[in-house]
């Protein structure tokens, strides 16, 4: 069955410096791959996804994330973060066997120091 | 902009207690979900509904049931509330096929004592 490692359960970087949020995957097949930004007391929502082509994705908010098959990750990046960044950020996989919906990771609690 | 309303932002039940957490979708989506969200474990599929009146389980579906009587409203009802359901419910709708965006709710902190 499918599954998500997000390694780094917190991280903390000072405002301004850049931001790499680490996920590894596991799917039998070509992966669809999302990032999700949940700020405090809120819902998800979507920064980007990964189908196919190319391998660098460019989402909202100034983050991206590159597929890397041979590595099965597919990082989350920003060049500089803002203070408004701070929030949990999950990484998911579509689940296998056909049916819709998602698998996610455990989360990545963002903390940006001033 | 695609709005999923979950109508219940706080509950406090007691144990035992038959809950009804509602969800509503405005785009027309066939699927539906409910996730459970917990500290150190991410979201947890319990439920899922392709289309009306049709359920699938998710991976943590025990102690769980759902209702979809109509393509935009999905239920999810917990027959009798135990205190180790105490959570954050996320409600999440998307369109057919795998890798459609899928919408979330704002969730639906549930108390049980």
């Known amino acids: 069955a499918q599954s998500v490692t997000q390694p780094d359960i917190h991280i903390t970087v000072s405002e301004g410096a850049s931001l790499e949020l680490r996920c590894n995957y596991s799917y039998g097949a070509t992966p669809y791959l999302f990032w999700y930004v949940q700020s405090p007391g809120q819902g998800l929502q979507l920064l980007l996804k990964y189908f196919s082509g190319d391998t660098l994705v460019q989402g909202i908010k100034g983050f991206e994330a590159e597929f890397k098959r041979s590595q099965s990750s597919f990082n989350l990046r920003k060049p500089s973060v803002h203070w408004s960044d701070a929030a949990e950020y999950f990484c998911?996989?579509?689940?296998?066997?056909?049916?819709?919906?998602?698998?996610f990771g455990k989360g990545t609690h963002l903390i940006i120091q001033p | 902009d695609v709005k999923v309303t979950q109508s219940s932002r706080y509950l406090v039940k007691r144990t035992g207690e038959k809950v009804f957490l509602e969800c509503v979708q405005d785009?027309?989506?066939?699927?539906m979900f409910w996730y459970r969200q917990d500290p150190g474990l991410g979201l947890r599929l319990i439920y899922f509904s392709y289309d009306v009146k049709m359920k699938e389980k998710g991976d943590i579906p025990e102690g769980y049931s759902v209702s979809r009587e109509k393509k935009e409203r999905f239920s999810l009802i917990l027959e009798s509330a135990s205190t180790n359901q105490t959570s954050m419910y996320l409600c999440?709708?998307?369109?057919?096929?795998?890798?459609?965006?899928?919408?979330f709710g704002e969730g639906s902190w549930l108390t049980v004592v």
């Open positions: 998911a996989v579509v689940r296998e066997g056909g049916a819709d919906g998602l698998t």
């Open positions: 785009m027309d989506h066939e699927n």
């Open positions: 999440a709708s998307s369109a057919t096929g795998s890798g459609n965006t899928i919408y």
